[in-house]
């Protein structure tokens, strides 16, 4: 069974930092993608980042470039993404999703239960 | 404001036909498969459809999808109480460096 439990979500002041993992179990996970997707309280979906199996081909947002960084630890089937210089606007529940082989072009066929970060002073 | 454009709500009586409207661009759904997502109240997105019309294991047949050009579209037959919820469309964007997108999503209410 495909398991994706994200972590390290929290209440973090505006311009601050966070760092969110994801374990994973249940398929082979150095195979496949794996993206990040949030959701705004009471929002609709938004892409954040996807990385490729090996780390080659990465992608973020527009809203997000320059400040998050995702990455993957295949030793350790985890995914991770650092959060920098958070803003309000930042506030959503973070979902871990298994992408396909490549990072575009993909659909996510499991999620995680998300990880709630809230941006606030 | 979402790339691609699902209408706000739908409805439907048990038992009808509910179909749910995604348009995009030449970009989007225009050069790339669609993929649906369900999200029922306070639970995680779960895949729906991919690749226009595929259904992954375990998804009623009473669930299809279609593309044509840059627009794309869920049928939902024989609706039942439990396919209230959330329904987003979603594709991969070869702008900017490629993204992915979703629509904002189209919550479907059975009356």
């Known amino acids: 069974e495909v398991q994706l439990v994200e972590s390290g979500g929290g209440l973090v002041q505006p311009g601050r930092s966070l760092r969110l993992s994801c374990a994973a179990s249940?398929?082979?996970?150095?195979?496949?993608?794996m993206h990040w997707v949030r959701q705004a309280p009471g929002k609709g979906l938004e892409w954040v980042s996807g990385?490729?199996?090996?780390?080659?081909?990465?992608g973020y947002a527009d809203s997000v470039k320059g400040r998050f960084t995702i990455s993957r630890d295949n030793a350790k089937n985890s995914l991770y993404l650092q959060m920098n210089s958070l803003r309000a606007e930042d506030t959503a529940l973070y979902y871990c999703?298994?992408?396909?082989?490549?990072?575009?072009?993909?659909?996510?066929?499991?999620w995680g239960q998300g990880t709630l970060v809230t941006v606030s002073s | 404001q979402s790339v691609l454009t699902q209408p706000p709500s739908a409805s439907g009586t048990p038992g009808q036909r509910v179909t749910i409207s995604c348009s995009g661009s030449?970009?989007?759904?225009?050069?790339?498969?669609v993929n649906w997502y369900q999200q029922l109240p306070g639970t995680a997105p779960k895949l729906l459809i991919y690749?226009?019309?595929q259904r992954p294991s375990g998804v009623p047949d009473r669930f299809s999808g279609s593309k044509s050009g840059t627009s794309a579209s869920l049928a939902i037959s024989g609706l039942q109480s439990e396919d209230e919820a959330d329904y987003y469309c979603?594709?991969?964007?070869?702008?900017?460096?490629?993204?992915?997108?979703f629509g904002g999503g189209t919550k479907l209410t059975v009356l």
């Open positions: 030449s970009s989007n759904i225009g050069s790339n498969t």
């Open positions: 979603a594709a991969w964007d070869d702008s900017l460096n490629g993204r992915g997108v």
């Open positions: 249940g398929f082979t996970f150095d195979d496949y993608a």
């Open positions: 690749s226009n019309n």
């Open positions: 999703a298994k992408g396909g082989i490549a990072v575009a072009g993909t659909h996510f066929d499991y």
């Open positions: 990385i490729s199996w090996n780390s080659g081909s990465i």
